[in-house]
């Protein structure tokens, strides 16, 4: 179905099938959530600043699980600047479709902005870790 | 499609050219609309009976001494009189015009909630309520002190008497406001026998009838339903129009909902006193030109007949429930049900299936389709649903299956 094959590509689905950023870890310093009471989909991301490492409780459609993971790959490292620079380029990304080759797989999910109802999808993981550094930063 | 189901005066083809949405194209695909249990296309009746008022003859209604304000007046108040003959109400001052469904419920629970329940009365509603059945009546519990309970549904999505019994045990409940037909599940609910439960135990009935009244005959007399409430742009009508019918004596006793104009008798600035029913509901300029078309929606399915109506779509269900089985799981087993189905398909989430479907321009719902307590019952957090209208083919129920393998195919 070559129609969708521009979002639902592999490395999205490979990505909700086996993801590597899923579940709640045993430590982490700041934690987040994203809802969408649109559709019930939601996502809680957990923050370990040693490394920014991230994690994320998804609960939703393979977009914004997608997302969840791409998103923790792409912040591994970063700090909140950072990390909140990439999350505009990220959203420029999926309003306009166009791909931005600083963000690497992330651009995997550009042919969302075809879908105007699904946007939200691949942002609100990005809402959560924004709340997640909100946290962090408060607490110091 | 079995011949046999099809009733010879149902050209189903020549109720396709009526109407034009219809044959638009989406993604470059051809347009499979399976939404329409949350508003249905327009006929070109109706299309054209709001362009002619607009046009023709239009002006404000209630008001004017001039030929256009009468002209207007006289088929706006025409439409009431439809209204009444088409649930079979036994006036026309049974009927009240509102925006929709939900704000049909709305005023039912300001008035009638606040005038006729006294804290400490109950109101029962069912595990399988929109939206729009649930936050009324928790807006008047918590404004007003009474107490809000909820009858189990079985797991076939069915009204279970049982917990109903329940429910009703300690005499307080004043009121059964109970959905008609799910907009999940398709379940319709037995009315008659509701309302005479209702009725038996001392308690008046709403129905909500935004899904029921769209595919078969309601008679509010037969079901001697206290309260009935319906959306016009579910019924091939456009938004903006809603329908309240109650009896009279019940409207009659019920205090206003909305202040302003056209709803007074006589207004001073010590005290107003209040229109008779239903013109005391119908404060300010109604919805002229949606209720216009909202009697050319009327006049449209009357046209073909329900029993029509109801036999295409009975086929169109039992195709889709056959089809679908081997692809997905169908929510909820109602021995009388309709065409609203709600699904879900392993390891894919509804709104993947709605997009990717979307692609090859079949038009579905997904998500919790305002009722998230029933999600919950069933132990879900969003479905897809597919619904059926008048204009719905076997063909698009064919293009709905292969699009779900194809679905499929992406999720293996």
Same mark, same amino acid.
């Given at each position: 179905?070559?129609?969708?094959?521009?979002?639902?590509?592999?490395?999205?689905?490979?990505?909700?099938?086996?993801?590597?950023?899923?579940?709640?870890?045993?430590?982490?310093?700041?934690?987040?959530?994203? /809802?969408?009471?649109?559709?019930?989909?939601?996502?809680?991301?957990?923050?370990?600043?040693?490394?920014?490492?991230?994690?994320?409780?998804?609960?939703?459609? &393979?977009?914004?699980?997608?997302?969840?993971?791409?998103?923790?790959?792409?912040?591994?490292?970063?700090?909140?600047?950072?990390?909140?620079?990439?999350?505009?380029?990220?959203?420029?990304?999926?309003?306009?479709?166009?791909?931005?080759?600083?963000?690497?797989?992330?651009?995997?999910?550009?042919?969302?902005?075809?879908?105007?109802?699904?946007?939200?999808?691949?942002?609100?993981?990005?809402?959560?870790?924004?709340?997640?550094?909100?946290?962090?930063?408060?607490?110091? | 499609?079995?011949?046999?189901? +099809?009733?010879?005066?149902?050209?189903?083809?020549?109720?396709?050219?009526?109407?034009?949405?219809?044959?638009?194209?989406?993604?470059?695909?051809?347009?499979?609309?399976?939404?329409?249990?949350?508003?249905?296309?327009?006929?070109?009746?109706?299309?054209?009976?709001?362009?002619?008022?607009?046009?023709?003859?239009?002006?404000?209604?209630?008001?004017?001494?001039?030929?256009?304000?009468?002209?207007?007046? %006289?088929?706006?108040?025409?439409?009431? #009189?439809?209204?009444?003959?088409?649930?079979?109400?036994?006036?026309?001052?049974?009927?009240?015009?509102?925006?929709?469904?939900?704000?049909?419920?709305?005023?039912?629970?300001?008035?009638?909630?606040?005038?006729?329940?006294?804290?400490?009365?109950?109101?029962?509603?069912?595990?399988?309520?929109?939206?729009?059945?649930?936050?009324?009546?928790?807006?008047?519990?918590?404004?007003? =002190?009474?107490?809000?309970?909820?009858? +189990?549904?079985? #797991?076939?999505?069915?009204?279970?008497?049982?917990?109903?019994?329940?429910?009703?045990? %300690?005499?307080?409940?004043?009121?059964?406001?109970?959905?008609?037909?799910?907009?999940?599940?398709?379940?319709?609910?037995?009315?008659?026998?509701?309302?005479?439960?209702?009725?038996?135990? =001392?308690?008046?009935?709403?129905?909500? =009838?935004?899904?029921?009244?769209?595919?078969?005959?309601?008679?509010?007399?037969?079901?001697?339903?206290?309260?009935?409430?319906?959306?016009?742009?579910?019924?091939?009508?456009?938004?903006?129009?809603?329908?309240?019918?109650?009896?009279?004596?019940?409207?009659?006793?019920?205090?206003?909902?909305?202040?302003?104009? /056209?709803?007074?008798?006589?207004?001073?600035?010590? +005290?107003?006193?209040?229109?008779?029913?239903?013109?005391?509901?119908?404060?300010?300029?109604?919805?002229?030109?949606?209720?216009?078309?909202? =009697?050319?929606?009327?006049?449209?399915?009357?046209?073909?007949?329900?029993?029509?109506?109801?036999?295409?779509?009975?086929?169109?269900?039992?195709?889709?429930?056959?089809?679908?089985?081997?692809?997905?799981?169908?929510?909820?087993?109602?021995?009388?049900?309709?065409?609203?189905?709600?699904?879900?398909?392993?390891?894919?989430?509804?709104?993947?299936?709605?997009?990717?479907?979307?692609?090859?321009?079949?038009?579905?719902?997904?998500?919790?389709?305002?009722?998230?307590?029933?999600?919950?019952?069933?132990?879900?957090?969003?479905?897809?649903?597919?619904?059926?209208?008048?204009?719905?083919?076997?063909?698009?129920? #064919?293009?709905? &299956?292969?699009?779900?393998?194809?679905?499929?195919?992406?999720?293996?």
């Amino acid at each position: 179905m070559s129609e969708t094959a521009d979002l639902y590509q592999s490395i999205i689905m490979a990505r909700i099938k086996n993801p590597s950023h899923a579940g709640k870890p045993e430590t982490y310093d700041a934690e987040g959530e994203g /809802d969408n009471p649109m559709c019930g989909d939601r996502v809680h991301v957990y923050l370990q600043r040693d490394g920014s490492r991230i994690f994320h409780e998804s609960r939703g459609c &393979a977009i914004m699980i997608a997302s969840a993971e791409l998103m923790a790959d792409a912040v591994a490292g970063l700090n909140a600047a950072q990390i909140a620079q990439r999350r505009a380029a990220f959203e420029a990304v999926v309003n306009t479709g166009a791909k931005d080759p600083a963000l690497g797989e992330l651009n995997a999910l550009a042919g969302v902005s075809e879908y105007r109802s699904r946007i939200r999808c691949a942002t609100l993981p990005w809402s959560a870790l924004a709340l997640a550094l909100e946290e962090d930063q408060k607490n110091g | 499609m079995s011949a046999v189901l +099809k009733p010879d005066h149902f050209d189903l083809a020549a109720i396709r050219k009526d109407f034009p949405i219809l044959s638009q194209q989406v993604h470059g695909k051809k347009l499979v609309f399976l939404d329409s249990a949350a508003s249905a296309q327009k006929p070109r009746a109706v299309i054209d009976a709001m362009v002619h008022a607009m046009e023709k003859e239009y002006a404000n209604v209630h008001r004017g001494l001039h030929w256009m304000s009468e002209r207007t007046s %006289d088929a706006y108040e025409a439409v009431r #009189d439809k209204t009444a003959a088409f649930v079979n109400a036994a006036a026309r001052e049974e009927i009240v015009f509102t925006r929709n469904a939900t704000e049909s419920i709305n005023l039912v629970a300001h008035t009638f909630g606040r005038a006729a329940l006294k804290p400490g009365d109950a109101i029962v509603i069912s595990e399988m309520e929109h939206h729009a059945n649930i936050v009324p009546w928790q807006m008047l519990r918590d404004a007003h =002190g009474i107490e809000l309970r909820i009858a +189990k549904i079985t #797991d076939a999505g069915e009204v279970d008497f049982a917990s109903l019994d329940q429910q009703f045990a %300690d005499g307080k409940v004043k009121l059964l406001a109970i959905t008609h037909m799910s907009n999940v599940l398709g379940s319709y609910t037995p009315a008659e026998r509701l309302a005479k439960f209702a009725h038996a135990n =001392g308690a008046k009935i709403l129905l909500d =009838g935004s899904q029921a009244i769209v595919h078969r005959q309601v008679d509010v007399q037969a079901i001697d339903a206290d309260f009935y409430v319906f959306s016009g742009h579910k019924l091939y009508g456009p938004s903006g129009i809603g329908v309240l019918y109650a009896k009279l004596a019940i409207l009659d006793a019920m205090p206003p909902f909305l202040g302003g104009g /056209d709803m007074i008798a006589s207004v001073s600035y010590e +005290k107003s006193t209040w229109a008779k029913p239903p013109h005391r509901f119908e404060a300010g300029t109604p919805a002229i030109l949606e209720t216009i078309g909202l =009697g050319a929606a009327i006049d449209y399915v009357q046209a073909i007949g329900f029993s029509a109506i109801a036999a295409h779509e009975r086929a169109l269900t039992d195709h889709a429930l056959n089809i679908l089985s081997p692809l997905v799981k169908i929510l909820g087993s109602a021995q009388d049900r309709g065409g609203v189905i709600s699904f879900t398909m392993a390891g894919a989430h509804a709104h993947d299936i709605a997009t990717l479907l979307d692609r090859q321009g079949i038009a579905v719902r997904a998500g919790h389709h305002c009722a998230e307590p029933l999600m919950g019952r069933l132990g879900v957090t969003s479905t897809a649903r597919a619904s059926f209208a008048l204009y719905t083919t076997m063909e698009e129920i #064919d293009a709905l &299956a292969a699009g779900l393998i194809r679905v499929k195919q992406v999720f293996a």
